[in-house]
């Protein structure tokens, strides 16, 4: 194992002094637990958006705090979840009075936390709500999933949550915005090679010389298939259908029901990609793979939409959630309307994403 | 190899296709000869900032152009430098009437083809003028140059005199102030695993299990010396250290005499740093190091400028000039003044650098 890194369990700790160091005008870092929070927070009277989930697949979420993205992220040890103390002390720290809304990837350990965590705040009268994305259209059930895993679509949701707590839209309307984002977004992975966990100190799977995994979670979990290597056009189109062909997805979720005070089981239905919908398209490095081969994956993407006649109206491409250095890539497909490509386009000032005024 | 390509020897234009089509509110694409430019180029009355080079360090030149940057970017195949041709045409689409400057880095085909470049469009009545990037501490000459090689300090150097220009200095001082960047920076890298260039099919060099080549150059050149894996902070101590001891460093570089109109060897000083000296930190991914490492090595680069009565008062970190997928990093410092600092934070809006209203 070759990285820059000193000994294999300071790894996530010497990370979070450099990022309190190199970005002191966006963000804070609390140590014990461990969490990267707004260097302005609390924002009184504005909702507080947090994620969280294990490292190794930055910039997410660290990357993404700051003004008009998240309040706070915790972050777990490499590809491990965080704990419940993180969160609601992150929670804690960063309210401002109008509630908190958990925005949870879909993995066993990151939906059991975020809830214990959200009881925890609420006890304290907190307001909190708790938010799953489960986009990935590759697999159903997966190695620490039930269900689809979350993946590409919680980069959108982040902005786009942020950009409307930011805008002063309650806690309710800041969750319905979470949910319609992850019910409209679809994403589908591919890996080249595999990635080394420092406390591993091992590739975390082994491909041949000429095979590539299609189907990838974030965390090197098996996906649909292993096959011979294509060309980027090929893999690309494999990617594009799987998505855009997915058919309606029905899943039951766990959500707080405030009223109730107690969670609930909701059925949330996906619907399909239709011809004249409006898309935003995330093409996404999975970390080692280069930039001079997204803009080869976007080529192809834009064409398959255009076929399909889908209308991409904003791209995001880049590396934006990873797994440590391993060469792959994914595909996000987002329909929008009108009112959350407004809030895609509101300003955003992060480490790992920043534009407008 | 594995990579997200087609044909090999499309790779570039491909890349150019899908710029192209991603990134439509900054940037045009020409083809044939290839070369990026502003959306909204010439314009009119401002100094024109063009670099290039070889494709396979991106972002780097293509990512950086558009307002407050680059007016344009002439890419070459992966590790070759541009024509002259490309880079003329370049120049006669983006010039406003105020002259153009060339930033070059000091690789032996770059600068004789900016210069060949230089001459073409300055016998069609358009002034240009040509400054050398050569920051690179690790060795004095190298494969492909003579004298010290451009690396990290080009990406500055664009962000500030892009700055300069958009601030209406004139072509002499828009290259002042590069040359005062280029003397006042200086870097050095490290890597960890070789690249692939597409059009090779095989690694450029290689390293054993448990080695690392220090002084890299962005082609994979060789650099100081191959030594056994060290800790981040080790390798950050060394590269640190070997920017900030660098000593005096004199060359002799070819600019043009406009006033004679001939090209004319001066002789240029680089001071070493001094303590109470502010400098611009600059940590830099060679593309396949993920973004959990940079801020380990941050941290460290941070502690030793603070030992050595180093003030960093600003900072970049992230992948910005790359060889394609290679595992590495570079660590770049920039010695600045109030009217450098000044131009670092205006506004600039490209694909891979954007902040400021």
Redesign the interface.
């Known amino acids: 194992m070759?990285?820059?890194?000193?000994r294999a369990e300071d790894?996530v700790k010497?990370?979070?002094?450099?990022?309190a160091?190199?970005?002191p005008e966006f963000v804070k870092v609390n140590f014990n637990p461990n969490f990267v929070y707004r260097a302005d927070a609390p924002v009184q009277g504005k909702v507080a958006v947090i994620s969280g989930g294990g490292?190794?697949h930055?910039?997410m979420h660290g990357?993404f705090v700051g003004m008009g993205m998240l309040d706070a992220a915790c972050p777990g040890e490499?590809f491990t979840s965080p704990t419940p103390d993180q969160m609601a002390e992150a929670a804690r720290r960063v309210h401002g009075g109008a509630g908190v809304l958990f925005i949870v990837k879909n993995y066993t350990g990151d939906v059991l936390n975020f809830e214990m965590a959200a009881d925890l705040v609420r006890a304290e009268g907190i307001r909190v709500l708790n938010i799953l994305i489960d986009d990935d259209v590759a697999v159903k059930d997966s190695l620490y999933t039930a269900g689809r895993r979350g993946v590409g679509t919680t980069v959108l949701a982040e902005k786009i949550c942020g950009a409307a707590a930011e805008r002063g839209y309650d806690l309710h309307k800041v969750a319905d915005i979470c949910r319609r984002v992850n019910l409209n977004g679809r994403s589908m992975g591919v890996a080249?090679?595999p990635c080394i966990v420092p406390a591993a100190g091992k590739p975390n799977f082994t491909l041949g010389?000429?095979e590539?995994e299609v189907g990838i979670g974030i965390h090197g979990e098996p996906g649909r298939e292993r096959t011979k290597?294509k060309?980027?056009?090929e893999?690309t189109e494999m990617l594009a259908l799987s998505i855009i062909e997915d058919g309606a997805y029905r899943r039951t979720v766990r959500e707080l029901d405030e009223q109730k005070g107690e969670w609930t089981e909701i059925e949330l239905v996906s619907e399909p990609f239709r011809p004249g919908d409006r898309v935003i398209a995330f093409?996404n490095s999975m970390?080692?793979?280069?930039?001079?081969?997204?803009?080869?994956?976007?080529?192809k993407l834009?064409e398959i939409c255009e076929k399909k006649g889908l209308h991409i109206v904003r791209?995001l491409?880049g590396?934006y959630i990873?797994s440590?250095?391993m060469?792959g890539?994914s595909i996000t497909l987002l329909r929008v309307d009108d009112e959350l490509i407004d809030l895609w386009d509101a300003p955003v000032?992060t480490p790992a994403l920043?534009?407008g005024?």
Chains 1, 2 share one sequence.
């Open positions: 070759k990285k820059f890194i000193n790894v010497e990370e979070l002094e450099g990022i160091l190199a970005f490292s190794g930055e910039p990357g490499v080249l090679t010389e000429d590539m290597m060309t980027a056009d893999i093409v970390g080692g793979t280069p930039d001079i081969e997204l803009p080869i994956i976007y080529r834009h791209r491409m590396r990873t440590l250095e060469q890539i000032k920043r534009w005024a």
